[in-house]
């Protein structure tokens, strides 16, 4: 079944946090490096990415808990796998491999579910980060004219892990966690001109970030800025996840639901984190921040981030059943 109409017929549920679930295993180094990589020269403990190849086993059983609890749709371990954000480990060399495997790894586990439930398919979403540079930001105080990375390196950087996670099966394609709206322009002209040099078209999502309390992205836009920008393209769906819980999302989330001609996510964190930078909101109650999201009608599609876990997942998964999915031909076409 086409992702696309089933996104019409009931609200999808995407998977949690891939990071928290892997610091559950309590990995030392050894585990990242594998005998590959047991001499590479930096260390690449917390490379979580690398585990698509050196431990498949735990990514493959990570995937395999989320669809267990619910989910339509698991993102790839591919949040770092650039060869800019794998600059930090030098295996910038590694990047193309990175999103190959991991994509070949999470449809390998979404057939196996499909196959066992045909009338629940499930779907591989190719999660492309926003990297660690930003192209509107100068990190230098001192030089604001300064940039660290500019658009046609993160294009090409971009159109490497593109094309990577199309060859291994993706069935739509996830730019996330945008802090940076010039970045994330980047990632969909990377998509767009693979699209049209492969004669392809699979679905977009986008995901930004509200940074804090001020509501804006970190490079300084409202919600409904961010929207118009990245509202050149047909998108699938657009929504916002990470920085914030649930809770403090609901403001720019009705933005998003007023104003976007597309379909709607959100996949928030398990609240704030604490002092200890640790996530303590209960399935429960990130479930009752979710439930006056879907009694408003916001929602299409409905995940976690940072913190969350199977457990929050099934209950959201739950929750979605008994809600319609947001009505995109109700909204607003008008953006300006």
Same mark, same amino acid.
């Given at each position: ?11 999808? #549920? ?8 892997i610091?559950r ?7 990242f ?8 020269p930096t260390?690449?403990?917390?490379n ?5 190849i ?18 339509d749709i698991v *993102? ?12 930090d480990?030098?295996m910038? +060399?590694l990047?193309? @491999?990175l999103s190959l ?6 449809? *390998?586990v979404?057939? *196996? ?7 629940k ?8 980060g926003?990297t %660690? ?5 100068s990190?230098?105080v ?5 940039? @660290?990375v500019d ?12 094309d !990577?996670?199309i060859e291994?099966g993706?069935d739509?394609?996830?730019?996330e966690?945008?802090?940076d709206?010039?970045?994330a322009?980047?990632?969909?002209? !990377?998509?767009?001109?693979c699209?049209?040099e492969? %004669?392809?078209e699979?679905?977009i ?5 509200i940074?804090?309390?001020s ?14 920008? #990245?509202?050149?393209?047909?998108l699938?769906?657009i ?15 009705? #933005?998003?639901?007023? @104003?976007?001609?597309?379909k ?6 398990a ?11 209960t ?12 009694? *408003?009608?916001?929602?299409?599609i409905?995940?976690?981030?940072? +913190?969350t876990?199977?457990?929050h997942?099934?209950?959201?998964? @739950? ?12 909204t607003?076409?008008?953006l300006v």
């Open positions: 079944m086409d992702i696309r109409q089933l996104v019409k017929d009931r609200i999808l #549920v995407l998977d949690g946090a891939m990071g928290t679930m610091q295993h309590k990995l030392e180094e050894e585990d490096r594998g005998q590959r990589f047991a001499d590479h260390s690449v403990k917390g979580n990415d690398l585990l698509s050196t431990r498949p086993d735990i990514i493959k059983d990570i995937h395999r808990e989320y669809f267990e609890a619910g989910a *993102e790839t371990n591919t949040f770092c796998s650039t060869s800019i954000a794998q600059a480990y030098q910038e +060399g990047a193309y @491999e495997t991991s994509a070949r790894i999470a449809k *390998e979404a057939t *196996e579910f499909t196959l066992h439930n045909p009338d398919p499930r779907f591989v979403a190719g999660s492309i926003p %660690n540079k930003t192209a509107s930001i990190p230098d001192s030089d604001p004219g300064y940039r @660290e658009f046609d390196d993160l294009k090409d950087s971009y159109r490497e892990q593109v !990577a996670l291994g993706v739509l394609l996830l730019v966690t945008i802090f709206t010039l970045n322009k980047a990632a969909l002209f !990377a998509i767009s001109e699209y049209e492969n %004669n392809i699979l679905p999502m986008v995901s930004g970030t940074t804090d309390a509501g804006r992205t970190l490079s300084g836009q409202t919600t409904k800025a961010f929207l118009i920008s #990245v509202s050149h393209l047909p699938f769906s929504g916002l996840n990470c920085a914030l819980g649930a809770e403090q999302l609901r403001p720019y989330l009705q #933005v998003l639901a007023k @104003e976007a001609p597309f709607v996510s959100a996949h928030p964190n609240g704030l984190p604490n002092e200890f930078g640790e996530y303590d909101e399935p429960d109650q990130m479930a009752g921040h979710i439930k006056e999201f879907l009694e *408003e009608g916001w929602l299409n409905v995940g976690g981030c940072c +913190g876990t199977p457990d997942i099934r209950r959201l998964a @739950e929750l979605s059943k008994n809600y319609t999915p947001r009505k995109t031909e109700e607003s076409s008008e």
